[in-house]
């Protein structure tokens, strides 16, 4: 349970682990709260009933982002790698 009125978001490892140890985690917005159930695939957790906080959301969104950037940079860095090696092929011995 946490005191803030909010349904936070937090990792789903660590929601898992909190669930477990009965400990507090940390939320994606830097609150602590230990988690007392796990709703959805998104890793929220606590009352579902409460409005999800929108800190959380915020990180949620910007970490998504993340790592969409993160899958493109190592698309890029490959069809780099790619170029240079059909590059190193065409050169003559
Ligand atoms: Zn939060």
Redesign the pocket.
């Known amino acids: 349970m946490n005191d803030?009125g909010?349904n936070?978001?937090a990792p789903r490892d660590q929601i898992d682990l909190g669930l477990i140890a009965g400990t507090p985690i940390e939320?994606?917005?830097?609150?602590n709260f230990v988690p007392t159930l796990r709703v959805g695939a998104s890793g929220a957790a606590d009352n579902p009933s409460l409005d999800v906080?929108t800190?959380?959301e915020c990180v949620m969104e910007l970490i998504e982002e993340q790592n969409e950037l993160a899958f493109k940079h190592r698309r890029v860095k490959a069809a780099i790698k790619a170029v240079k090696e059909a590059a190193r092929l065409k050169v003559p011995a």
């Not at 939320?27 to 609150?31: E, N, P, T």
């Open positions: 803030s909010l936070h978001l939320a994606l917005c830097g609150v906080c800190a959380c």
